[in-house]
T-cell receptor, first 116, second 111 residues
Framework: DTGVSQDPRHKITKRGQNVTFRCDPI?????LYWYRQTLGQGPEFLTY????????KSRLLSDRFSAERPKGSFSTLEIQRTEQGDSAMYLC??????????????FGSGTQLSVL | DAKTTQPNSMESNEEEPVHLPCNHS???????IHWYRQLPSQGPEYVIH???SNVNNRMASLAIAEDRKSSTLILHRATLRDAAVYYC????????????FGTGTRLQVTL
């Protein structure tokens, strides 16, 4: 399967711990997005990269959150000093943007974070 | 991004057509209408998109009103595997902006 891969699928942590999630996009996709989703809500945008450049960050992304895409391929999302309110599904998506702007986003199955 | 309005939930019988409505009265000229759906325990998946003309693909059809202030996603024969949350999203092609999801329509399909 060559879709978007996210690891781990589930993460349980205690309040105050740091967690890191990984996303492997579809090969050669130049855009990578991170979203967060809580129960009953649609995904909320967090940030996106074009190649290795982080082009936009949501106000939802507090200074405890940091995302990287060092070589323009895989990406990591780190949450420091986790809080119970960080409990959510973290979704990664990738796309190929070339001339036309209406690219399709391909999503992974997400990482479900539970903060106890 | 301009806002969309969708019913919270809809029900359909299997093998019958389903029409999922979306209102977007403040749509601008460069906004494309995108539909994604999210099956249980999965990330969203692309369904279809269009600008002015009706669009068809293997998954669904998209009917766009002449004034573009509303659109309808049509599943021609619903199956149990079509039970999902369907999101109607406006996206400005000029800025290639991020997708902004609402709460969508939860479609239940029954035998």
């Amino acid at each position: 399967d060559t879709g978007v891969s996210q690891d781990p699928r589930h993460k349980i942590t205690k309040r105050g711990q740091n967690v890191t999630f990984r996303c492997d996009p579809i090969s050669e996709h130049n855009r990578l997005y991170w979203y967060r989703q809580t129960l009953g809500q649609g995904p909320e945008f967090l940030t996106y990269f074009q190649n290795e450049a982080q082009l936009e960050k949501s106000r939802l992304l507090s200074d405890r959150f940091s995302a990287e895409r060092p070589k323009g391929s895989f990406s990591t999302l780190e949450i420091q000093r986790t809080e119970q309110g960080d409990s959510a599904m973290y979704l990664c998506a990738s796309s190929l943007v070339s001339g036309q702007k209406n690219e399709k986003l391909f999503f992974g199955s997400g990482t479900q974070l539970s903060v106890l | 991004d301009a806002k969309t309005t969708q019913p919270n939930s809809m029900e359909s019988n299997e093998e019958e057509p389903v029409h999922l409505p979306c209102n977007h009265s403040t749509i601008s000229g460069t906004d494309y209408i995108h539909w994604y759906r999210q099956l249980p325990s999965q990330g969203p998946e692309y369904v279809i998109h269009g600008l002015t003309s009706n669009v068809n693909n293997r998954m669904a059809s998209l009917a766009i009103a002449e004034d573009r202030k509303s659109s309808t996603l049509i599943l021609h024969r619903a199956t149990l595997r079509d039970a999902a949350v369907y999101y109607c999203i406006l996206r400005d092609a000029g800025t290639a902006s991020k997708l902004t999801f609402g709460t969508g329509t939860r479609l239940q399909v029954t035998l």
